[in-house]
């Protein structure tokens, strides 16, 4: 995994979406717990303790610095160092909310196919009351060619070094997809090493859904959207009209 260069510039990119991530607070019900799986600097979990200090709060990350960020944030918090999702006991999460904030295209970005497939297996078998995700995440219909003049515009506009570092490792910018990854991209410079190797859309919304076991969870809230902030920078740099969703974010209950 590529290290982060620049951590201050990291974290205030994702503190840009703390509130599109903290969606679920006002839709769960008996809970006493959060899970914070890719907590970051924990952010999130200040945010949460702030509007229900009563719960119990479990930050998990791989990433060291983050974690001392994160320490002293929150007084009640439990900080846990590793890459993929702890065996917690069943009595801890019966009445838990699990969150999942950006992180699971970093866990099929870093993951081989078998660590892929104990990572769902974890989510869905633990029993989790809540499981939240917001993410990247295209539809199918994303997979088609896309249109030359926004090829252009973006040839001609964007970095040259980026454009080239890009297709070096995705390829040409021919699809609606790889062009809206590559707009994803472009604007995280200081840390573009680690960026530009993350793939932001590993799996599609339709793709996603079909893994949910039905017969374990129900889904309760459901958005599959695109962020305005994206849709007006890359319309102020490139002048293309983002028009395919980009972001979903689901709250799923146990049944």
Known sequence: MESI???????NGMRKSLKDKLFFMNMTEAVDTLIDFGCADGELLKEVHQKFPQYRLIGIDSDRVMLERATNKVSNLLII?????????????QNAILNMSSIIHEIYTYSN???????????FNTGYKYISIRDLMMGKKSYRFAQQLEIEAIKQKIDKIQLEDFIK?????????????LLL??????????????NYFPITVEEFLSIIPTN??????????MLPFNKEQIWKDFGIKLKDNTHMKILLERI
């Not at 590793?82 to 999460?93: F, Y």
């Not at 660590?115 to 989510?123: A, G, K, L, Q, T």
């Not at 490792?169 to 990854?181: M, N, Y």
């Not at 472009?186 to 993350?198: A, G, L, M, S």
Request: hydrophobic letters at 30%; aromatic letters at 20%; proline letters at 1%.
């Open 5 to 11: 260069k620049n951590y201050d510039v990291y974290i």
């Open 185 to 198: 991209k472009y604007r995280y410079k200081e840390n573009w090493e680690r960026e530009v190797k993350e």
């Open 81 to 93: 160092k590793q890459r993929g999702l702890p065996k917690l006991s069943i009595e801890l999460a």
């Open 113 to 123: 196919k078998y660590e892929i497939s104990d990572f769902w297996h974890n989510v």
């Open 169 to 181: 490792q995705w390829g040409d910018i021919k699809t609606e997809s790889s062009l809206i990854h």
């Open 216 to 225: 374990q969870y129900k889904i309760i809230y459901f958005d599959h959207y």
